[in-house]
């Protein structure tokens, strides 16, 4: 091996930075219509195309086309496409309410509003998602109420989580969302526990749960997978692929060298790509892997491929690390406009319609924010102090008891 | 009443619950047909089908992960760890999500699992299958630990964890397993026949977390132990001729504070004993407490007797694990002052 | 002399380091193109090129493996872990390889990284972004854990922990990286500027691991902090009335044991400050040590004035940070006694 | 989704248990010669058909065939065979020292010598291996000191690691044999640290990485990998897949839903399975993978599909879980057995010359023992306790030193 060059260090970097022209319009995808659709049964050994794929269903006119079609409704369609306009606007709003000093924190899914939609509307009232931060369209596709959940955002005397955790981090599990944590990839696992338990108990349940692209670095998320592999548990597990992680473009967790649904395939089992901007790709892949979990073969690995439009938190300027164009210039489009063309494709909706549920949503988050400002905003409202003491265990101990005189709460 | 060892007792533990409560499951490396790399799960499979007790991957994180997510569902889980060295990779899981799970959602969600593992040394296991992580459990706001010295205990403890709708760590003193060892390591083995705490009842009993037991009562001076250094201290009490009373702690969290306080406000004298190293320990936790506690009626200083602040050293087993000899030391020394 | 925030400091100790030595390189998450989410990194990929300082994947125990494995080869990585309550996934690496390296080896390998992180409360960050672990790291023989409180020993503490050649925890108190912070946090918000620490040589320097700087000599007292705890203690000591002497310990392993014994000596009492909940936290450690080698000399009970057993409280900020407030209240019980 | 049968959870079993006849005889496996040999410059699309093919040079007859036949001297064939055998006296020896009292524990190798021995012979004095606990052959075939490896299994006063660490969890810099620990998997990641930073100093010297397949499930398997996919880290990442974690089945690591070689699948590099008892397929294929590093292509996983004969270490009895008969019926055969009938075939050797290297090894690990036994065993002997107190930091600090007076050593 001599007369080599010597070794070099390759460190990824994203396609274009500020001031370039990005890369993202010219990625080769491919076409909507044209990956296939194996049966539901189908065996992992004959679907290793899969992940290298993309299950698109909508075409550029707004048109279904494939062997992906999913029979929904007009009215679920309408419900969905509601879901996701009250998921932006909410987040617009909750985002100013940020910079005008109401809430500590905020982040926004600007973009990734049909994956939580969606899938919120496949699965039962009884399956468990396990989320990340940027899936609240499933709370909002599911009617949680919109001034608890500015409440908790506010931090204020009726936050549902009284004051404990960070504004946006939510638990609500009688909407089948699990109980979020600062710590990204943390609760991949629980999901396939829950999903292991469910099929123990034989129970119908499955489980649903969430990871960003970034984040498919972690430990946690070989794990999950290991173990969703060993034991067959019935669960859909997602990566929202949204092309950034904070500051790091996709290519820091792998992006260049294979895709995330590529990974189904050390496992074993099934690995979709899919369009995360294309409703009812997004619904009828997960139809797909709900019928497979239910019918006890066990998990499937979903990459979910969309653009995170927006900044990762308020704390965040994306203009800083990427091209200010990016996210006009992404080649799958707006998973609301691509929903609203095909229902007007359908002749289930207009523009006048359109702007009506716009304006309707925008009032009914007017009226939640109004509601939690009457209640109080950071610092001007919370929960009684002794909340903090309580539920570090399920009964105090003297340490929080003699705590809480000690601070005479 | 049977005699059991330790493992046994532990076996029975399980077998009593799996038997009572059909949410109850165990997992973990080995511990299924095989029954356990120290044959605590022995038998289990067996007599409770596959699904009940049965192997894991090697993946700390992944199984107490499973774990929390059975809880969450309405499951008890009970989870083997092989060594407790070899919890760290499973630390973060332990820390920012089952401890944290209850509080963080307001009571939603909650992780009622127990971690079983056998930790401590003398049993020439070297660095990495003899440590004593319980300091690391102890500060983090959430977790139980609990530390059984003896057959009765063990099983009472471990019962009273699976019950428990909190996370529980139960440590088990592997050098404890088949006999009592009161760290003189060039004295024929023990076994657990004849000790009164080997009498272990077939079926269900529990000994509550957070009670610690007056093990020797003293007037001189108070010994706070846990684990395999519960029979080192016995012996060093013996040794020294101190009039001492020892204090079996049996869980650190949540810690019988009163039981401590009133015995070293009698005493005027407190020693530590435990066996990972000093620095950092759980010692340190002890010994402010009790100085904040029993300033007033402390007559010499509080002191520690531990590990020494090196890794567990394979070779050195003998000259790092602290024995009898050194707790006599220390309770000499504190009759001195 | 310029005057440099903590952040500035921090970044000039980084852009010395990699001028000076071609064998250090920087890695973490959002370090590189982006200069870190708290700007410690800016401008550094972009001054000394791609391959000095980058971005990894969203894998703590990733990112300390690797830099343990570079530092094998002979470098001297150092990475970042975006928040330090993100470090608990790398525990494993931390405490299984990186600090037991050299020993296991007997010398024929070992990790000389240096891991930064910013730690502590104050921001509003919430549950998992406001910890203070370093009491975990204080337990474990073979880590060394420095925490600097100004701008000054930030970049003089941060130079000496990469020429050190054991792993070395960096712990930086992120409320004080733009800005001095007493815990009275209603009042206007101070920057560095006019602050003498804040005097900050543009060139190398070093501030020595294991040496606590005496902020504040006093007779009636001896306060030991560290990170933002010094700045709170300097306000509580004046709002206590006491004539306290305040020590900051800069690095708590190793610990600068002579200069604690000495203070505690000369004044006979003592109180223990620090921002991570109270149970098995590092003070339990400092009380013991104090007790233990001033017993004699202590007129009233060693105090530790601390972070509530609770996790860390989004809404509670206030109620939970332990403020001057709380500290005047532990010196003036302390005189009392 | 209504009617389906109620969720049940899988739990996997080995083919067999004690008092059963073994499966492992009827494992449908490629015939010698059949799996294709890419350019070592070929793209990872273009070979992911590898990891579900088996790379095997000798046929039953043993001779060497199909387009893997690597190059390799008589001569060098012959130190192979000499290091295997030398591994598998060594081991039977100190295994039995064990029962005499003579340490507190030893692990043998048997069945997987020629790993080792063909790895190291491969890579450069340079390139640093990454062991776990089963790749003695490493040393053996490098020409490790014996009565040094005899001094660290007694631990004794010569005892190269000062009686700090476990038999067998040696440390041999100068053989390229980075330190080993009891924990498994956490040094996976290291090679891929040393590797990039020999990448990033511009050298030419390549890691080279172990990890068991029951050790596949830890988080460190994956972060290890990714990090060598993302920074394309000059390392060969291997898995010996010798069936058993103890006395866990490798359907327990997900053994039974795809190969261990799949995993690089979800990396983007190349995954090569080998027949890890076939000597020249391991020379082989690592050689292939080190080109391709050195070329600055990146990192390589194979799968070396081997068996473990013996117990997992003097505390297992494997006849507890597995038929008995099971070794004997491994498909695959006893490397030693099968590099020397090829030899044979070759004319490089007979069994005459076969029993006197024997002979000469036994008798090399005889002196050795006794060499080591005239030091001490376990207990007899044992270095300065002061060492105890050194290493802990560079310098020692206030605590050790104070420790180290207490203790009056
Ligand atoms: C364990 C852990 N490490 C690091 C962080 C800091 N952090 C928060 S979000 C984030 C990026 C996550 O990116 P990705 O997984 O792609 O999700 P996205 O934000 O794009 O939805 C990081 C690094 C964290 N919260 N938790
Ligand atoms: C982190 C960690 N977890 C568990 C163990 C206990 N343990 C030691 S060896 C072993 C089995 C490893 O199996 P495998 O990876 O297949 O390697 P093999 O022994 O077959 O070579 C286990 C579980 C350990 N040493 N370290
Ligand atoms: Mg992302
Ligand atoms: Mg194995």
């Known amino acids: 091996m001599a007369n080599l060059p010597p070794l070099s260090l390759h460190i990824p970097e994203p396609s274009a930075r500020p001031g370039e022209q990005s890369g993202v319009a010219a990625v080769q995808l491919p076409e909507p219509g044209e990956t296939r659709r194996p049966d539901t049964l189908a065996v992992e050994a004959d679907m290793r195309d899969l992940p290298f794929g993309l299950i698109r269903v909508l075409d550029d006119q707004g048109v279904a086309v494939g062997p992906w079609i999913p029979s929904v409704s007009p009215d679920l369609l309408r419900h969905g496409l509601r879901s996701m306009m009250l998921t932006r606007i909410f987040d617009d709003r909750l985002f100013r309410a940020h910079r005008q000093g109401k809430t500590s924190f905020y982040m926004k899914s600007t973009g990734e509003e049909a994956i939580g939609a969606a899938q919120s509307m496949v699965l039962g009232g009884g399956d468990m998602c396990f989320p990340t931060y940027r899936v609240m369209s499933w709370l909002h596709a599911r009617g949680y109420p919109l001034t608890e959940m500015v409440n908790q955002v506010f931090s204020n005397e009726k936050d549902p989580l009284k004051g404990r955790q960070l504004p946006i981090l939510y638990s609500a599990r009688a909407y089948g969302f699990y109980s979020l944590s600062g710590n990204v990839g943390s609760r991949f696992g629980h999901a396939v526990g829950w999903a292991m338990a469910s099929a123990y108990k034989g129970d119908d349940k499955i489980a649903l749960a969430y990871i960003g692209e970034g984040t498919t670095a972690e430990g946690d998320f070989h794990e999950a997978l290991t173990f969703a592999s060993v034991y067959h548990a019935p669960c859909i597990l997602c990566v929202t692929n949204n092309q950034w992680a904070i500051s790091s473009y996709s290519g820091i967790a792998g992006g260049d060298e294979t895709t995330f649904a590529a990974k189904a395939i050390a496992y074993g089992i099934p690995g979709l790509r899919v369009d995360g901007n294309d409703f009812l790709a997004v619904w009828a ?125 | 009443m049977p005699t059991m060892n330790m493992i046994r007792a532990l076996n029975s533990a399980l077998d009593v619950k799996l038997g009572q409560d059909p949410d109850t499951l165990i997992f973990g490396q080995d511990v299924g047909y095989f029954g356990g790399v120290f044959r605590v799960t022995d038998g289990l499979q067996k007599k409770h089908g596959l699904k009940r007790c049965f192997d894991a991957p090697i993946s700390e994180g992944g199984i107490i992960a499973t774990a929390i997510g059975m809880g969450a569902f309405g499951l008890r889980p009970i989870a083997e760890i092989q060594f407790a060295d070899y919890i760290l990779p499973a630390l973060d899981q332990l820390v920012s999500e089952a401890a944290r799970l209850r509080y963080r959602s307001n009571g939603e969600f909650w992780a009622p699992i127990t971690v079983r593992s056998p930790y401590g040394g003398g049993i020439f296991g070297g660095q990495t299958h003899s440590q004593s992580p319980e300091a690391i459990f102890a500060h983090i706001t959430g977790l139980k630990t609990v530390i059984p010295s003896n057959p009765y205990d063990a099983k009472g403890l471990l019962l009273a964890a699976i019950e428990d709708d909190d996370p529980v760590i139960v440590l088990e003193p592997k050098r404890l397993y088949n006999g009592p060892f009161d760290g003189r390591h060039d004295q024929t083995l023990e076994t657990w026949a004849g000790v009164p705490e080997a009498e272990v009842p077939e079926g269900h009993y529990t000994v509550p977390l957070g009670k610690a037991a007056v093990v020797r009562e003293g007037r001189q001076a108070t010994v706070l132990a846990y684990g395999t250094m519960v029979h080192v201290a016995k012996a060093g009490i013996e040794e020294s001729g101190v009039d001492a009373e020892l204090l079996d702690l049996r869980s650190i969290v949540p810690l019988d504070i009163e039981t401590i306080v009133a015995s070293v406000t009698k005493t005027g004298r407190c020693v530590i004993l435990h066996e990972a190293s000093r620095f950092g320990g759980f010692g340190g936790e002890l010994s402010a407490l009790v100085q904040e506690r029993c300033f007033w009626a402390l007559k010499s200083p509080v002191q520690r ?33």
């Open chain 1, 285 to 409: 892949a997960t139809e797909w892997a709900a019928e497979r979990a239910r019918s006890n073969k066990g998990a499937t690995l979903i990459e979910l491929y969309t653009y995170r439009a927006a900044g990762h938190s308020t704390s965040d300027d994306p203009t800083k690390y990427r091209p200010a164009d990016e996210p006009e210039a992404w080649p799958l489009g707006d998973p609301i406009e691509r929903l609203k063309q095909h229902l007007i494709t359908l002749r289930e909706w207009d523009e006048d319609r359109h702007a009506m549920l716009a304006d309707e949503l925008d009032q009914l988050v007017r009226v939640a924010v109004k509601e939690a400002e009457a209640v109080g905003t950071l610092g001007k409202s919370k929960p009684p102090v002794s909340e903090m003491f309580e539920g570090v265990f399920k009964e105090p101990d003297w340490r929080v008891i003699e705590q809480r005189r000690e601070l005479g709460v």
């Open chain 2, 305 to 337: 007797v531990a590990g020494w602040d090196t890794p567990y050293p394979h070779a050195f087993e003998w000259d790092y694990f602290p024995g009898p000899g050194r707790l006599a030391a220390a309770l000499r020394r504190a009759m001195e002052d």
